[in-house]
């Protein structure tokens, strides 16, 4: 895959999947997950297929994953930046930030 398709593809999944992926241990913090048990899935989480997520790798960064999907050509800084929208910003500023994304990183921004 190359950057314009994987930004389509988690374009198009954060905006309808529309939550964040994270696990609750306390009722004052969360924190981000790849996959959670609810099924949800991070910008990187979707990039990863459901046959070869594996609960380990909550423990590893983004380029690590990356690297074992063979996604590790893409460029880190692009990938960081879809990370952090999931990660760092309420969810009604997720389109906003990707388009902010898109033309960073000069995509094209196509949500469906």
């Not at 190359?2 to 988690?10: A, G, H, M, P």
């Not at 009604?92 to 949500?111: P, Q, S």
Request: one cysteine or more; charged letters at 30%; proline letters at 4%.
């Amino acid at each position: 895959m190359n950057e314009q398709e994987v930004f389509d593809k988690v374009v198009n999944h954060l905006l309808k999947q529309n939550k964040k992926a994270a696990k609750f241990p306390s009722p004052y913090r969360s924190e981000c997950m790849y996959k959670n048990s609810e099924g949800l899935k991070c910008a990187i989480g979707c990039l990863i297929p459901d046959d070869k997520y594996q609960p380990y790798m909550e423990n590893m960064r983004s380029d690590e994953i990356l690297n074992e999907i063979g996604l590790g050509k893409l460029n880190i800084n692009f990938i960081d930046e879809l990370q952090k929208t999931h990660d760092h910003f309420m969810v009604r500023e997720w389109g906003e930030r990707l388009k902010h994304i898109a033309e960073k990183f000069n995509l094209v921004y196509r949500a469906k």
